[in-house]
């Protein structure tokens, strides 16, 4: 299938309109090819995840965050320069999906939504006037109230993390939830605003922890978005499939671990 209408595709998913204005989404590096038969898609384009991807002989892979945000040298190791280095030697097409995907409850950003079986969509902070609908945190209803520990147990079952964060009281009974994939600590306040029972988000900071009324759960930036990326490898293997193109998901890695330490 031409690479052209593969991105044709992904931004049918995640359009470039609603993408943050500080952020790199889009075609990262253009490939050698026109004609693509395989396709990967993982959360990151981490030296591992890429050399998976060109083992399996991937011609493109689309990637939830991007290669960078601002420009890298090129003249240092890191990161950035041996991924840069595997893609570009194998001529294969590198695509991000960032911003542009959490915008979109409808598509695998609102996995979670889907998956509590919430209702009442609302977004906490749009980000578009002309599209209603678009913009970053979903908040919902859940089909009937649940005392916080079964809410604690139903979440535990969707989200693949073996611990979280909690900030602030949790409640006695959970009847809204809101959630942002990715780093939304700054939509705590927005949260409490909507009458959030619970928001679920990832990598919360002190601050914006010790200053919000907001009772929120950190369940981790990879959690949250590695399920949204394994979302989107689904939703292209429907559509590509037909036409011939290998779809496969790379799971990626959780760079934390927690460590109790012993105290005598």
């Known amino acids: 299938m031409h690479v052209a209408k593969i991105i044709s595709c992904i931004e049918r998913i995640a359009p470039l309109s609603g993408a943050a204005q500080w952020d790199n989404c889009g075609v990262q590096i253009a490939g050698l090819e026109d004609e693509v038969t395989r396709l990967v898609v993982t959360i990151d384009p981490s030296p591992e995840e890429v050399v998976a991807a060109l083992e399996w002989g991937a011609e493109m892979i689309v990637t939830h965050h991007p290669l960078y945000l601002e420009?890298?040298?090129?003249?240092?190791?890191?990161?950035f320069l041996d991924s840069t280095r595997a893609i570009m030697a194998t001529g294969t097409w590198l695509y991000s999906a960032h911003t542009s995907l959490d915008v979109r409850p409808e598509g695998p950003?609102?996995?979670?939504?889907?998956?509590?079986k919430l209702s009442e969509l609302t977004v906490l902070e749009p980000n578009t006037a002309s599209e209603p609908g678009v913009?970053?945190?979903f908040w919902g209803r859940l089909p009937a109230p649940l005392p916080w520990k079964d809410f604690a147990l139903r979440l535990g079952q969707h989200v693949n993390r073996d611990f979280w964060t909690l900030s602030g009281t949790p409640p006695t009974t959970v009847s809204t939830v809101a959630y942002c994939t990715g780093s939304g600590g700054s939509l705590m306040d927005a949260a409490h605003a909507a009458e959030t029972d619970v928001y679920i988000t990832g990598d919360l900071k002190y601050h914006q922890a010790l200053e919000s009324p907001q009772f929120t759960v950190d369940v981790g930036h990879f959690s949250l978005e590695d399920r949204m990326s394994s979302e989107l490898a689904d939703l292209l293997a429907d559509k590509l499939g037909p036409e011939g193109v290998k779809v496969r998901f790379l799971p990626g890695r959780e760079p934390f671990k927690a460590h109790l330490p012993i105290r005598i």
């Not at 950003?109 to 509590?116: I, K, Y």
């Open 135 to 137: 913009g970053y945190g």
């Open 109 to 116: 950003a609102g996995w979670l939504f889907r998956a509590m």
């Open 71 to 79: 420009p890298k040298p090129l003249n240092k190791p890191s990161y």
